[in-house]
């Protein structure tokens, strides 16, 4: 018995089962950090004695008694130390040359986005990357972490500013005062929020800790970049904040008591366009400023040491006289300490290796052989001797000069160790990661096996589910797995996130992949017994691959074997561009051929054994043609080679050459806003002309009104100029502008929806559902609109532009079936992809394309915002595909469930190989700066492609009468 379902169900089922795969994949690929085995807290009354000094367990007394740090957000350190430095903040930068101050380069660890930052700051861990998507909505912080040390110290802790330390440390701070850090269109009142309670709460002497968190120039990033016009007055402002922090600390010093410790610090730096989330010098390089009398006074600019950002972490601590927390791989910024005694500075780093050398215990079973560790050993029975001279009253020069010698063996042993438990980052779940990678190789296998149906004129699959489930190597195949997952999570020692599931839903999950397991091996024993695929789904007997069939395998295939490149994955957009200008190429040379060349009738035209039969489609006319349509069809490849020429200056993406001046910077720049303005009010009215053609007369109306709201909106927020606007113009959020579009943007969707189900249930009328899909299409095209930033209008109208010409003068009058249109637009998603200048770095995401419109952070909007603005290249041309699809119903009835499948094989065999080789190169250099991100934006793809193939589903009305 088995179950015939079309190619369109079938393929989205397929997607489905890999985004769980995937899904798996990511939760055992991203590790847990490195934490002690102890669950319970450091105390300062489990801390080990001094070397040979008795039962004497105690901290050097501390340094400071009262701490204020500034925490400016996405600060680079070219801000502090560089001519903007001495430029915009000249007072800190006074500071820095000629104050009481010690000045470091503190780099931090990708992901550079906020809350691993912070957490990297409090616990001194390497916080795992999946940190980057808990940055939306982070849970209250359990470890053991500074916050924590000082509260149960006693300390009281006043905090403003980024809520997202209210909510990792919830009931720590005895005041505070929470700014959202998502909505980036402010970059002025959520830095008054945090100033208005500054001068009120410096003249209070209730608090121990002040903790700053300044959100406005991450924002000013986010909106304009790094050399915006707006970037020189908010370091002014922040300047004149520490200028204020740092005379109320002076005037509060007295003689005798300890001094007050001012520090400013970056969680991140920025990148050149603006954003964060990546590895570049730009975003890791942060400055740390630390500011008190405590410290000798400088007298020159001295070139910064570079430090790493979890260094901060014990230095804080013991300067406060407070345990180190448990899990920090942190190391002592010695300088520090400079003013302290001997004695003082050498308990310091030994308590400093203990708590490295138990955290080396507790994740290294050969920790003994670990150089670190035993580095350690060594210097701490060194300390041991020279404590011995000491307590002896040796005031010899023999004695300062062990001294010095075990001090600088202890910075080799934390320097040593350190670097060993930053390299470990955390321990993958490997059992999760296989079961994932085995999910998605089965979907693929399952979609590759099935093909000659699924591309047959019937577009149906017979799939031998009954016999499948019924037989005995399903059986067997189930206790199998079921005895390796009873295994394996009574062996395993760390946690795995698979085994941690109930024994029911683990068991549904293994009948699952066991049944999806039979199912592919019974069909290929079908084509095995058969030798051939069944005479009904050969289209042709006599058929073979033409040139660019060839071309599309070869490109696709070999695309894929380049994602095995760290290089070729920082500058994939290099590939695609290649592979879309040698499809244009290939186009030219099909069309001088059917023009100029070959006057074959249909019936000599070759077809491919895998591709859709043609022989339902009218016969078309190949004699002369109109002179006007034969060059606007010689034009088209052309016009399209150009237009991908003009976009590839438009955003310089990747790695290599994202430094250099496009002409997305020069168009942002203040002096061309005129160009801008130009360029963005050409580019709308072209828009309009493209999409309106096949719009009722209601949505031509909403979409011209769409349009000009969209440069309204660009106008309220200062990207582009009105004539009659004047150059003091008020800069606004825009809200009212961009609520306006939406409401167009929600009617003209509402419009074709209407259309849509009167075609699905109503009547099965093929024009009405194709406009109805026109009309979605024109949505979608109107809220790309919108949420593109002003220079990229260009790539909106380049995308319309080329669709219209291929499908005109291409698609259909070369007649190329599903297969080879769905290839073809998938290269040219991809490429668009790039063309906007993402890449596959975090930091290329435009978060502030998620604010449009809102007046806070709203969760599920901004995400969803934010994804369809990085994802409007693909989802524009899939869009196009399926409104493309549906007119072509005449010639083929199955272009649709042939178009369906086709898009999911083309994603999902990047996807299936990316997982297996990630998994290789677990251990790679690069794992964590080039291959994790592309693994984010894999899986976040296959979802959006899933989405898609399930619309395509939806709009596969063809139902042919069973036999």
């Given at each position: 018995?088995?179950?015939?379902?079309?190619?369109?169900?079938?393929?989205?089922?397929?997607?489905?089962v890999?985004?769980?795969?995937?899904?798996l994949?990511?939760?055992g690929?991203?590790?847990?950090?490195?934490?002690?085995?102890?669950?319970?807290?450091?105390?300062?009354?489990?801390?080990?004695?001094?070397?040979l000094a008795?039962?004497?367990?105690k901290?050097?007394?501390?340094l400071?008694?009262?701490?204020?740090?500034?925490?400016i957000d996405?600060?680079r350190?070219?801000?502090?130390?560089?001519p903007?430095?001495?430029?915009?903040?000249?007072?800190?930068?006074?500071?820095?040359?000629?104050?009481s101050?010690?000045?470091?380069?503190?780099?931090a660890r990708?992901?550079?986005?906020t809350?691993p930052?912070i957490?990297?700051?409090?616990?001194g861990?390497?916080?795992?990357f999946?940190?980057?998507?808990?940055n939306?909505?982070?849970?209250?912080?359990?470890e053991?972490?500074?916050?924590?040390q000082?509260?149960?110290?006693?300390?009281?802790?006043?905090?403003?500013?980024?809520?997202?330390?209210?909510?990792?440390?919830?009931?720590?701070?005895?005041?505070?005062?929470?700014?959202?850090?998502?909505?980036?269109?402010?970059?002025?009142?959520?830095?008054?929020?945090?100033t208005?309670?500054?001068?009120?709460?410096?003249?209070r002497?209730?608090?121990?800790?002040l903790?700053?968190?300044?959100?406005?120039?991450?924002?000013i990033?986010?909106?304009t970049?790094?050399h915006?016009?707006l970037?020189?007055?908010k370091?002014?402002?922040?300047?004149?904040?520490?200028?204020?922090?740092?005379t109320?600390?002076?005037?509060?010093?007295?003689?005798?008591?300890?001094?007050?410790?001012?520090m400013?610090?970056?969680?991140?730096?920025?990148?050149?366009t603006?954003?964060h989330?990546?590895?570049?010098?730009?975003?890791?390089?942060?400055?740390?400023?630390?500011?008190?009398?405590?410290f000798?006074?400088?007298?020159?600019?001295?070139?910064?040491?570079?430090?790493?950002?979890v260094?901060?972490?014990?230095?804080?601590?013991?300067?406060?006289?407070?345990?180190?927390?448990?899990?920090?791989?942190?190391?002592l910024?010695?300088?520090?300490?400079?003013?302290?005694?001997?004695r003082?500075?050498?308990?310091?780093l030994?308590?400093?290796g203990?708590?490295?050398?138990?955290?080396?215990k507790?994740?290294?079973?050969?920790?003994e052989?670990?150089p670190?560790?035993?580095?350690?050993?060594?210097?701490?029975?060194?300390?041991?001797?020279?404590m011995?001279?000491?307590?002896?009253?040796?005031?010899?020069?023999?004695?300062?000069?062990?001294g010095?010698?075990?001090?600088?063996?202890?910075?080799?042993?934390?320097?040593s160790m350190?670097?060993s438990l930053?390299?470990?980052?955390?321990?993958?779940?490997?059992?999760?990661?296989?079961?994932?990678?085995?999910?998605?190789?089965?979907a693929?296998?399952?979609?590759?096996?099935?093909?000659?149906?699924?591309?047959?004129?019937?577009a149906?699959?017979?799939?031998?589910?009954?016999?499948?489930?019924?037989?005995?190597?399903?059986?067997?195949?189930?206790?199998?797995?079921?005895?390796?997952?009873?295994?394996?999570?009574?062996s395993?020692?760390?946690?795995?996130?698979?085994c941690?599931?109930?024994?029911?839903?683990?068991?549904?999950?293994?009948?699952f992949?066991?049944?999806?397991?039979?199912?592919?091996?019974?069909?290929?024993?079908?084509?095995?017994?058969?030798?051939?695929p069944p005479?009904?789904?050969?289209t042709?007997?006599?058929?073979?691959?033409?040139e660019l069939?060839?071309l599309?395998?070869?490109g696709?295939?070999?695309h894929?074997?380049?994602l095995?490149?760290?290089?070729?994955?920082?500058?994939?957009?290099?590939?695609?561009?290649?592979?879309?200008?040698?499809?244009?190429?290939?186009?030219?040379?099909?069309?001088?051929r059917k023009?100029?060349?070959e006057?074959?009738?249909?019936?000599d035209?070759?077809?491919?054994?895998?591709?859709?039969?043609?022989?339902?489609a009218?016969?078309?006319?190949?004699?002369?043609r109109?002179?006007n349509?034969?060059?606007?069809?010689?034009?088209?490849?052309?016009?399209s080679?150009?237009?991908?020429?003009?976009l590839r200056?438009?955003?310089?993406?990747g790695?290599?050459?994202?430094?250099?001046?496009?002409?997305?910077?020069?168009?942002?720049?203040s002096?061309?806003?005129?160009?801008?303005?130009?360029?963005?009010?050409?580019?709308?009215a072209?828009i309009?002309s493209?999409?309106?053609r096949?719009?009722?007369?209601?949505?031509?109306?909403?979409?011209?009104?769409?349009l000009?709201?969209?440069?309204?909106y660009?106008?309220?927020?200062?990207?582009?100029?009105?004539?009659?606007?004047?150059?003091?113009?008020?800069?606004?959020?825009?809200?009212?502008?961009?609520r306006?579009?939406?409401?167009?943007?929600?009617?003209?969707?509402?419009?074709?929806?209407?259309?849509?189900?009167?075609?699905?249930?109503i009547t099965s009328?093929?024009?009405?559902?194709?406009?109805?899909?026109w009309?979605?299409?024109?949505?979608?095209?109107?809220?790309?609109?919108?949420?593109?930033?002003?220079?990229?209008?260009?790539?909106?109208?380049?995308?319309l532009?080329?669709?219209?010409?291929?499908?005109?003068?291409?698609?259909?009058?070369?007649?190329?079936?599903?297969?080879?249109?769905?290839?073809?637009?998938?290269?040219?998603?991809?490429?668009?992809?790039?063309?906007?200048g993402n890449s596959?770095?975090?930091?290329?995401v435009?978060?502030?394309?998620?604010?449009?419109?809102?007046?806070?952070?709203?969760e599920?909007?901004?995400?969803?915002?934010?994804?369809?603005?990085?994802?409007?290249?693909?989802?524009l041309?899939?869009?196009?595909?399926v409104?493309?699809?549906?007119s072509?119903?005449e010639?083929?009835t199955?272009?649709?469930?042939?178009?369906?499948?086709?898009f999911?094989l083309l994603?999902?065999i990047?996807?299936?190989a990316?997982?297996?080789?990630?998994t290789a190169?677990?251990?790679?250099?690069?794992?964590?700066s080039?291959?994790?991100?592309?693994?984010?934006?894999?899986?976040?793809?296959?979802?959006?492609?899933?989405?898609?193939?399930?619309f395509?589903?939806?709009?596969?009305q063809?139902?042919?009468?069973?036999?």
């Amino acid at each position: 018995m088995t179950m015939k379902i079309r190619s369109s169900v079938f393929a989205s089922l397929c997607l489905i089962v890999e985004v769980f795969g995937i899904a798996l994949f990511l939760r055992g690929f991203f590790p847990v950090p490195v934490k002690s085995s102890f669950s319970s807290k450091s105390k300062l009354s489990d801390l080990p004695p001094e070397p040979l000094a008795g039962n004497s367990s105690k901290i050097p007394p501390p340094l400071f008694k009262k701490v204020v740090i500034v925490l400016i957000d996405a600060l680079r350190e070219d801000f502090v130390f560089g001519p903007k430095g001495r430029q915009y903040m000249p007072y800190t930068r006074h500071l820095v040359e000629r104050g009481s101050a010690h000045s470091f380069v503190a780099k931090a660890r990708a992901p550079t986005v906020t809350m691993p930052r912070i957490k990297a700051l409090t616990t001194g861990s390497i916080p795992g990357f999946i940190d980057v998507v808990m940055n939306l909505n982070s849970p209250a912080l359990l470890e053991d972490n500074l916050i924590w040390q000082a509260k149960n110290a006693g300390k009281k802790m006043v905090f403003y500013g980024d809520d997202t330390w209210v909510r990792l440390f919830p009931k720590h701070f005895m005041e505070h005062d929470g700014t959202t850090s998502f909505f980036v269109s402010d970059y002025t009142e959520v830095d008054n929020n945090v100033t208005r309670h500054l001068d009120t709460t410096l003249k209070r002497d209730d608090w121990d800790i002040l903790i700053l968190h300044y959100l406005g120039l991450d924002h000013i990033g986010h909106l304009t970049g790094p050399h915006s016009s707006l970037i020189g007055p908010k370091l002014i402002e922040m300047d004149d904040i520490l200028k204020k922090i740092h005379t109320s600390l002076i005037s509060k010093e007295s003689e005798g008591s300890l001094s007050n410790l001012l520090m400013l610090c970056g969680d991140h730096g920025m990148s050149e366009t603006g954003s964060h989330g990546g590895s570049s010098e730009h975003e890791v390089n942060t400055p740390l400023v630390l500011i008190s009398p405590a410290f000798k006074r400088k007298v020159g600019f001295e070139t910064p040491q570079s430090v790493e950002q979890v260094d901060v972490t014990p230095t804080l601590s013991l300067g406060l006289g407070l345990p180190i927390s448990q899990n920090n791989v942190g190391r002592l910024i010695l300088p520090v300490f400079e003013e302290s005694s001997l004695r003082d500075r050498l308990r310091f780093l030994h308590l400093n290796g203990l708590q490295l050398s138990h955290l080396i215990k507790d994740s290294t079973p050969s920790f003994e052989k670990d150089p670190g560790y035993e580095q350690f050993r060594i210097a701490e029975k060194s300390h041991g001797n020279w404590m011995k001279l000491y307590l002896e009253g040796n005031t010899s020069e023999v004695l300062s000069n062990m001294g010095k010698k075990v001090l600088k063996q202890y910075l080799e042993a934390l320097k040593s160790m350190s670097s060993s438990l930053s390299k470990q980052l955390g321990r993958y779940d490997m059992y999760s990661m296989i079961v994932g990678v085995i999910v998605v190789l089965e979907a693929l296998l399952l979609l590759l096996v099935s093909m000659a149906e699924a591309l047959s004129s019937a577009a149906e699959v017979d799939l031998p589910l009954a016999s499948s489930l019924c037989s005995l190597p399903f059986y067997l195949t189930c206790l199998f797995f079921s005895a390796v997952h009873v295994m394996m999570c009574t062996s395993t020692e760390s946690s795995c996130y698979f085994c941690s599931l109930s024994w029911a839903l683990a068991f549904g999950v293994i009948v699952f992949f066991s049944a999806l397991l039979c199912v592919v091996l019974s069909i290929t024993g079908r084509w095995l017994s058969w030798g051939n695929p069944p005479a009904k789904t050969q289209t042709s007997s006599n058929s073979g691959f033409s040139e660019l069939d060839t071309l599309l395998l070869t490109g696709t295939l070999g695309h894929v074997l380049s994602l095995g490149a760290s290089s070729f994955i920082e500058e994939e957009h290099q590939t695609w561009y290649f592979l879309l200008n040698t499809l244009c190429l290939a186009l030219f040379q099909d069309v001088c051929r059917k023009y100029f060349r070959e006057k074959k009738s249909y019936k000599d035209l070759e077809e491919s054994p895998f591709l859709p039969s043609k022989e339902d489609a009218p016969t078309p006319s190949y004699g002369p043609r109109g002179s006007n349509e034969k060059w606007l069809a010689l034009a088209t490849p052309l016009v399209s080679l150009a237009c991908c020429r003009v976009l590839r200056s438009l955003n310089q993406t990747g790695v290599q050459w994202a430094h250099l001046p496009d002409l997305g910077h020069w168009l942002n720049s203040s002096e061309h806003n005129v160009a801008l303005s130009l360029l963005a009010a050409a580019s709308l009215a072209l828009i309009f002309s493209l999409v309106q053609r096949r719009c009722s007369l209601v949505s031509k109306v909403a979409l011209a009104l769409g349009l000009l709201g969209v440069y309204s909106y660009r106008a309220a927020v200062g990207n582009v100029l009105f004539p009659w606007q004047r150059d003091g113009r008020d800069i606004s959020k825009g809200t009212v502008e961009a609520r306006f579009v939406y409401i167009f943007v929600l009617g003209i969707l509402f419009t074709g929806a209407k259309d849509l189900l009167r075609s699905q249930v109503i009547t099965s009328d093929g024009r009405l559902q194709s406009r109805g899909l026109w009309e979605v299409y024109s949505g979608v095209v109107l809220l790309a609109a919108l949420l593109f930033r002003p220079h990229n209008l260009p790539v909106l109208l380049c995308c319309l532009l080329t669709q219209a010409m291929m499908a005109r003068y291409i698609w259909k009058e070369l007649q190329y079936d599903a297969a080879q249109t769905t290839i073809m637009h998938y290269w040219f998603g991809q490429a668009f992809f790039y063309f906007q200048g993402n890449s596959n770095n975090i930091a290329t995401v435009d978060i502030s394309a998620g604010f449009v419109g809102l007046d806070n952070y709203v969760e599920i909007p901004a995400i969803f915002l934010t994804a369809f603005s990085t994802y409007a290249g693909p989802l524009l041309w899939a869009c196009h595909l399926v409104c493309y699809l549906s007119s072509e119903r005449e010639r083929s009835t199955a272009a649709m469930s042939h178009g369906c499948y086709c898009f999911a094989l083309l994603r999902s065999i990047p996807a299936a190989a990316y997982v297996v080789l990630v998994t290789a190169l677990r251990y790679h250099l690069f794992i964590w700066s080039v291959f994790s991100p592309k693994l984010l934006y894999e899986g976040m793809h296959t979802l959006v492609t899933t989405a898609v193939c399930v619309f395509f589903t939806a709009m596969d009305q063809n139902r042919p009468a069973r036999t």
